[in-house]
């Protein structure tokens, strides 16, 4: 075999070899070239509270709670200092979700409480008035919470995907808002909105 083939062949392998490489993972190939770097949230989502603020919290007041918001958006290093809690440093454990692991970091996450009653709500009630509004709950384990993830997770959310937007139920909801005047029974019933029990 002359040495042009063996070069020829040589050269053949080796881009055929960066051909199928670069088919199966783009991402390895160019990972540093075509990847964005992620920017970190540093703020709670203004589409998700928007659903808080002017959809969940005025239809709980309707219904007899004033609803206060005990956590939305949690820094990474918030996050990690709240999981050493019970275990490193004094106290009980309050999360079992390490840093980037909850959807508080993504700003897409409020834990809520009763100004006067504390815990002591009818989270059945509350749960279905946060679905009306869009928001999922935390679920037997973690009933203060609610939350927007559409399907996601939050390893999804690490890597810079987001839920679609979010859209109040009723335009009457903005309009009081915007006008800071109390949502009322009345309204609920104009925007179509169930009896929640
Ligand atoms: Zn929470």
Not at 40 to 62: G, H, K, R, W, Y
Request: proline content about 7%.
């Amino acid at each position: 075999m002359s040495k042009k083939v063996v070069f020829v062949s040589i050269l053949t392998t080796v881009v055929f070899a960066t051909l199928i490489i670069y088919a199966f993972s783009p991402r390895l190939v160019f990972i540093n070239f075509a990847q964005k770097p992620i920017p970190v949230p540093t703020v709670i989502d203004p589409n998700f509270i928007t659903q808080v603020n002017e959809c969940l919290i005025p239809t709980a007041t309707v219904y007899g709670y004033t609803l206060r918001i005990t956590a939305g958006f949690r820094s990474m290093a918030e996050q990690t200092q709240l999981y050493q809690e019970g275990r490193t440093i004094n106290g009980h454990i309050v999360t079992e979700a390490l840093a980037g692991r909850s959807i508080h970091n993504y700003g897409f996450a409020v834990d809520v409480a009763d100004v006067r009653r504390g815990y002591n709500i009818n989270w059945t009630r509350l749960v279905k008035i946060g679905a009306y509004c869009g928001l999922e709950s935390g679920g037997e384990g973690d009933l203060p919470h609610f939350e927007h993830r559409a399907g996601l997770n939050t390893a999804d959310f690490a890597t810079g995907m987001r839920p679609p937007p979010l859209t109040l139920p009723c335009s009457i909801m903005d309009e009081r808002a915007k006008a800071n005047k109390p949502l009322t029974l009345k309204d609920l019933k104009n925007c179509g909105a169930p009896k929640f029990s």
